[in-house]
């Protein structure tokens, strides 16, 4: 016994050739107003518009990806500002952040933007604007670098025999100070 049959076999079955001599359904003349040879074309124009519709897809989100920096950007000077102008653990801890992801973002570049290689896409404009969002993000981790005073601006900083940079304005809480 099949398996699958029982004892008295299939009740039910299709046959899906067409052992038959009558004339088959190509044989039947198509209905009026429609033309197989155009029915081909638009098969061709569809897939034409499947490739276009997939090329804006990967151009509109190569350009939110490229935008994407901005995002990070906003938190990050929320941190740093909240993080204040003395330096301690956290103010560069927040700094070293600001300076290492702008630099790891530009240099993966190609890998960020490798899923909308396309020939109908042109991805210039998408990398232009995501490096250049990376060069302000990066400056501005400079800058804060600079507000903490860890850059070396002065030439003293660099000569130890040399005396520091003298303070242009120095104020305090209510007692003069005298120099």
């Known amino acids: 016994m099949e398996k699958g049959k029982g004892v008295m076999g299939r009740r039910w079955a299709v046959e899906f050739t067409d052992n038959s001599s009558s004339s088959s359904s190509r044989d039947v003349a198509d209905p009026p107003g429609f033309n197989r040879a155009s029915h081909d074309q638009d098969d061709g124009t569809v897939s034409r518009g ?3 519709a997939e090329a804006n897809w990967k151009a509109q989100k190569a350009w939110e990806v490229a935008q994407a920096p901005v995002k990070n950007f906003l938190m990050l000077g929320f941190m740093m500002w909240m993080a204040g102008s003395t330096v301690h ?15 790891s973002a530009l240099q993966g570049v190609g890998k960020v933007f490798e899923p ?23 400056g501005v981790g400079v800058w804060k670098l600079n507000t903490l005073g860890l850059l070396p601006t002065h030439i003293s900083d660099w000569v130890s025999s040399l005396p520091p940079a003298q303070e242009i304005e120095f104020s305090g809480g209510g007692i003069p100070f005298q120099r």
Request: charged share 20%.
């Open 50 to 52: 499947k490739k276009d």
């Open 89 to 103: 653990l956290f103010s560069i801890g927040i700094t070293f952040s600001a300076l290492w992801q702008p630099i």
């Open 116 to 138: 909308f290689k396309d020939n109908k896409v042109d991805l210039l404009g998408p990398k232009l604007v995501y490096i250049a969002l990376n060069v302000v993000a990066l």
